[in-house]
């Protein structure tokens, strides 16, 4: 890339990320449109052998762009591809955690059927509880499709394209557009708690 088209690229990531800081919806969507297909592709070039089987790509993919949103705020955007170096590098951190959490839980190993249930400690579910009441708590706060497309997607862990079909979005691509928004407003509703 010659040193025009850099500076021309540069400003046109700087530009979308002023006008996102501003409110700009449609600025939001077209940086997701542009980068979503090098999210896309980075994800499946670091997703292999193992790591296939514990994270799915769009669901990878959504965890950068989500993070993307909430990071933006403060993001500075000093080389072209600074944008997408910090989206990698969130894709391979979560695919880290994922291997890192496998290895911990260690080989899965049969009990006997008179095997007492190991349930979490009365803490642990206290904790969960509140967790639980925390999100949905938030939930509540946003807008009736907002709600509709996260619990479609986290609770009954319905496909991009089923969402689309059921919500009468013109596309699965649409879809996910729609839930990283609705999931950026999630997380913002569960920060100001």
């Known amino acids: 890339m010659n040193a025009s088209a850099t500076s021309e690229a540069l400003e ?10 501003g409110g ?3 600025a939001l969507e077209m940086l997701i449109n542009r980068i979503l297909p090098s999210l896309r592709r980075m994800g499946h070039r670091r ?6 089987s514990l994270l799915d790509i769009d669901d990878l ?12 705020p403060h993001f500075e955007c000093h080389t072209p591809g600074s944008l ?10 979560r695919i880290i955690d994922a291997t890192r959490k496998r290895a911990s839980q260690g080989e899965w190993v049969a009990l006997p059927d008179d095997c007492a249930e190991q349930g979490a400690s009365p803490l642990q579910r206290v904790i969960d509880n509140e967790e639980m009441l925390r999100y949905r708590a938030a939930l509540l706060r946003l807008k009736p499709r907002d709600r509709q497309l996260i619990v479609m997607r986290l609770e009954h ?3 991009y394209q089923e969402i689309a079909t059921q919500l009468g979005v013109p596309s699965p ?10 999931m950026a407003r999630l997380v913002s509703a569960l920060e100001t708690d």
């Open 61 to 72: 993919v959504q965890d950068a762009l989500v993070s993307l949103v909430r990071r933006l």
């Open 12 to 21: 046109a990531t700087a530009d979308l990320v002023a006008r996102i800081r």
């Open 47 to 52: 997703l292999t052998g193992h790591t296939r």
């Open 157 to 159: 862990r319905l496909t």
């Open 173 to 182: 691509n649409a879809a996910r557009v729609a839930l990283i928004r609705a």
């Open 24 to 26: 700009d919806q449609a």
């Open 84 to 93: 997408l170096a910090y989206l990698q590098r969130v894709i391979v951190n």
